[in-house]
């Protein structure tokens, strides 16, 4: 697609239940990125994809949280058993590679998930 | 572990004048990304700056990387409304695979 692609857009769910988040990168971008920006903060770093493999799961915040991707297209955000905390927005990104430096490891984000946990 | 810190936090500036931003790395900066967020929306790619001594420009926002490589500045001549929103500035982590963040930089502009 033209763009790294979110949905939903947004999700209101109820405490304890589980939810879905979909993310469709840039067609060709073999690295694939998940974060969490809290309201008013920063970008939190969860987990990133070199095509469908995740070397670095520390950045999740426990094992309620699990993502997966298939091949080099879209990924799934798991959140398991939602808690009041994980009310946030979930943005996505991709790059052309995972490799450090250069344009090719130029991130370019979806619009994110809006999550709220009542 | 390397961390971005942006200066200052938020800024409210009358539409027309000129401002910028910093960010300062722990280490040494081996790759500097700057983006812009609007409320709801996503990161917006603006520039990235690698080499020390490097600027960069779009349109009226100009980008620095200092020579020792550890900050960078983002500055925006003769600021409008359209200027206004979130800017984050982003680094490859030493090692590599991974981009750290800073907090950000909430801009106002007034007309």
């Known amino acids: 697609g033209a763009g790294v692609s979110q949905s939903p857009s947004n999700k209101v769910t109820e405490k304890g239940k589980d939810v879905e988040l979909r993310c469709d990168p840039i067609?060709?971008?073999?690295?694939l990125y998940w974060y969490r920006q809290r309201l008013g903060q920063g970008l939190e770093f969860l987990i990133y994809?070199?095509?469908?493999?995740?070397?670095?799961k520390s950045g999740l915040p426990s094992d309620r949280f699990s993502a997966e991707r298939t091949g080099e297209s879209v990924s799934t955000l798991t959140i398991q058993r939602t808690q009041q905390e994980d009310s946030a927005v979930y943005l996505c990104?991709?790059?052309?590679?995972?490799?450090?430096?250069?344009?090719?490891?130029?991130?370019?984000f979806g619009a994110g998930t809006r999550l709220s946990v009542l | 572990s390397q961390e971005l810190e942006q200066s200052p936090q938020s800024l409210i500036v009358q539409e027309g004048k000129n401002l910028t931003i910093n960010c300062t790395s722990s280490?040494?900066?081996?790759?500097l990304y700057w983006y812009k967020q609007k409320y709801g929306e996503g990161l917006i790619f603006l520039m990235m700056l690698q080499k020390g001594g490097e600027e960069k420009s779009h349109e009226k926002i100009t980008a620095k990387l200092d020579e020792k490589k550890q900050q960078s500045s983002l500055h925006i001549t003769a600021s409008q409304p359209s200027h206004a929103g979130i800017y984050l500035c982003g680094a490859d982590n030493t090692g590599g695979f991974k981009t750290i963040f800073g907090a950000g930089t909430r801009l106002f502009v007034k007309a």
């Open positions: 990104a991709s790059s052309l590679s995972w490799l450090a430096g250069g344009h090719r490891n130029i991130q370019y």
């Open positions: 994809f070199q095509g469908n493999s995740a070397p670095d």
């Open positions: 280490k040494t900066l081996y790759g």
């Open positions: 067609s060709g971008h073999t690295a």
